[in-house]
T-cell receptor
């Protein structure tokens, strides 16, 4: 079964509002989680690396104040899209890596969140 | 810089046909990892395989097989006797140079029809 739960799966919001997306590792601890953005028929682009207990590391070109990431526990990371605008509409997907290793470089992905900003 | 190219945007086959999805990668690192993921319509990315740069042995898992050729920087994926349930977008990805970043190709949409 799925080991990474992402919620919500779909959200529609008005322009200017903020949206929070949750990513939970269900059966393992993840000190590191990743947030990706995927445009239609496009590849996944890494937005940021979420580190438990510390600040997230953002990829070049990603606005830190726009996409707030919090990784307060070993099983939960959240992505908040602040003051969302239509151009933020996209598919957001998280992934997590088992901190205990053994699963090697295999990342577990959530099922994604389709954000539509009206 | 890392780069992954999946030249096939969309492939349509009839059930039971074999199909090969191409993946070409670029990296200057000698140590790297290659991955294939399946993304069904539900959106979740499903891990299929990981291969490190020092292991060129081809792998077979059921109807799936992978051909890793360092000489041509390719890591192609073949589905034998395709089924409708194989319909999905398949992504090839590369992890190199340390760190955590996965570089994805643009994906290949596979449609398997009856």
């Amino acid at each position: 079964g799925a080991v990474v739960s992402q919620h919500p799966s779909r959200v529609i919001c008005k322009s200017g509002t903020s949206v929070k997306i949750e990513c939970r590792s269900l059966d393992f601890q993840a000190t590191t989680m990743f947030w990706y953005r995927q445009f239609p028929k496009k590849s996944l682009m890494l937005m940021a690396t979420s580190n438990e207990g510390s600040k997230a590391t953002y990829e070049q070109g990603v606005e830190k104040d726009k996409f707030l990431i919090n990784h307060a526990s070993l099983t939960l990371s959240t992505l908040t899209v602040t003051s969302a605008h239509p151009e933020d509409s996209s598919f957001y997907i998280c992934s997590a890596r088992d901190s205990k290793g053994g699963r090697g470089e295999k990342l577990f992905f959530g099922s994604g969140t389709q954000l539509s900003v009206l | 810089a890392q780069k992954v190219t999946q030249a096939q945007t969309e492939i349509s086959v009839v059930e039971k046909e074999d199909v090969t999805l191409d993946c070409v990668y670029e990296t200057r690192d000698t140590t790297y990892y290659l991955f294939w993921y399946k993304q069904p319509p539900s959106g979740e990315l499903v891990f299929l395989i990981r291969r490190n740069s020092f292991d060129e042995q081809n792998e077979i898992s059921g109807r799936y097989s992978w051909n890793f050729q360092k000489s041509t920087s390719s890591f192609n994926f073949t589905i034998t006797a395709s089924q409708v349930v194989d319909s999905a977008v398949y992504f090839c990805a590369l992890k190199a140079g340390g760190g955590n970043k996965l570089t994805f190709g643009t994906g290949t949409q596979l449609k398997v029809e009856l």
